[in-house]
């Protein structure tokens, strides 16, 4: 099925450590997104990419770097992770702005 | 600042009656909605959109969502909740800035009784 793929599903670390998180669509589309979902706070912005080759900080960038590889491929990395970052990370996609977002099914990020 | 308010944590409902879940948002010009629906464990899926047109949207699995510009509301419904209506449901309004980014409400967890 076509969609946005997010890997891992899981991941457990230690304070420190750093890792990337990959997220690929295959829609075509130009916008992608990372999101942070927390609980009681819906899903906050981390970092979006309005078409190939830029990237934006978004409301809770810190902590945080994004690369744009291709059309496809959106990563975040969290170069030395903490205890805070411990959330449900999700990856979004658009085509155009009057549609909507297309979202993959999380990584679990638990941060010790 | 644009926001999304969702007045309902968790809302219990029994299986066979109708639900009405509360969205109001704070945004200056002409919004686009969103309705997502998250089950335990999974993503976001999309409900229904509104963008401009018929203020009375329908969308998948039977909900609709009315938009209301005089209340700054955008209510999810559905006649008849089925115990698989369980889950965790979002409205979300577009912001023009930051690439389009959506902002979210809090979530309403939506439990069906038997």
């Known amino acids: 099925n076509a969609g946005v793929t997010q890997t891992p599903k899981f991941q457990v670390l230690k304070t420190g450590q750093s890792m990337t998180l990959q997220c690929a669509q295959d829609?075509?589309?130009?916008?992608m997104y990372w999101y942070r979902q927390d609980p009681g706070m819906g899903l906050r912005l981390i970092y979006y990419?309005?078409?190939?080759?830029?990237?934006d900080k978004g409301e809770v960038p810190n902590g945080y770097n994004v690369s744009r590889l291709n059309k496809r491929e959106f990563s975040l990395r969290l170069e030395s992770a903490a205890p805070s970052q411990t959330s449900v990370y999700f990856c979004a996609s658009t085509d155009r702005g009057n549609q909507p977002q297309h979202f993959g099914d999380g990584t679990r990020l638990s941060i010790l | 600042a644009q926001s999304v308010t969702q007045p309902d944590i968790h809302i219990t409902v029994s299986e066979g009656a109708s639900l009405e879940l509360r969205c109001n948002y704070s945004?200056?010009?002409?919004?686009?909605l969103f309705w997502y629906v998250q089950s335990p464990g999974q993503g976001l899926q999309l409900l229904l959109k509104y963008f401009s047109g018929d203020t009375l949207v329908q969308g998948i699995k039977g909900f609709e969502a009315e938009f209301k510009r005089s209340q700054s509301s955008f209510n999810l419904r559905k006649p008849s909740v089925h115990w698989s209506d369980a889950a965790e449901y979002f409205c979300a309004v577009r912001d023009y800035n930051q690439g389009g980014k959506l902002i979210f409400g809090q979530g309403t967890e939506l439990s069906v009784k038997p």
């Open positions: 990419s309005a078409s190939e080759g830029t990237t």
């Open positions: 945004y200056g010009a002409t919004p686009y």
């Open positions: 829609m075509n589309h130009n916008s």
